[in-house]
């Protein structure tokens, strides 16, 4: 009788181990899914803010007619030669200086046949692009009418 009841036992303990087993496998492998949807959230996040910061840079140079010293007034930014603008934001996407910078935004201004142009790079520390974008002005010569 007292065979019956180990092998009984036995039997529990191995199907207790087992389903421990599958609980395990399964749990690391919902661990490993959120840590990636974590990791693909954030690059979301930084995407957008790349974006949002290049439209606002963008619709700055528009605003400044092409004007590179209103430009770098409008945005604060730091003038480097030949015709670049520097922008840093720290982890929180504020703006902040070369030193606690966790995002570089390189703003090339040019010129090619009177229309102006803004070649603007976000990238991080690792120097991955996050985004580009590239923003036009052409400076229009209004006629007034003669009354």
């Not at 199907?15 to 919902?30: P, W």
């Not at 661990?31 to 957008?48: A, C, G, M, P, R």
């Not at 409008?74 to 929180?92: E, G, H, R, T, V």
């Not at 030193?99 to 090619?112: C, G, N, P, Q, R």
Request: some cysteine.
């Amino acid at each position: 009788m007292s065979a019956r009841t180990t092998s009984k036992s036995a039997l529990f303990l191995m199907e207790l181990i087992i389903a421990i087993l599958f609980f395990s496998v399964a749990s690391a492998v919902c661990i490993k899914l959120f840590v990636h949807s974590h990791l693909i959230s954030e690059k979301t996040i930084q995407i957008n803010h790349s974006v949002l910061i290049s439209q606002n840079i963008a619709e700055s140079f528009i605003n400044a007619k092409g004007d590179h010293a209103q430009l770098v007034k409008l945005l604060d930014a730091s003038i480097q030669p030949p015709n670049q603008l520097m922008l840093y934001y720290d982890k929180n996407w504020l703006h902040t200086d070369a030193e606690h910078a966790s995002f570089i935004v390189t703003t090339e201004l040019y010129s090619e046949n009177l229309i102006q142009f803004a070649d603007i790079t976000i990238v991080d520390q690792n120097s991955n692009i996050l985004y580009q974008n590239l923003a036009s002005y052409y400076p229009q010569n209004t006629v007034e009418a003669i009354p």
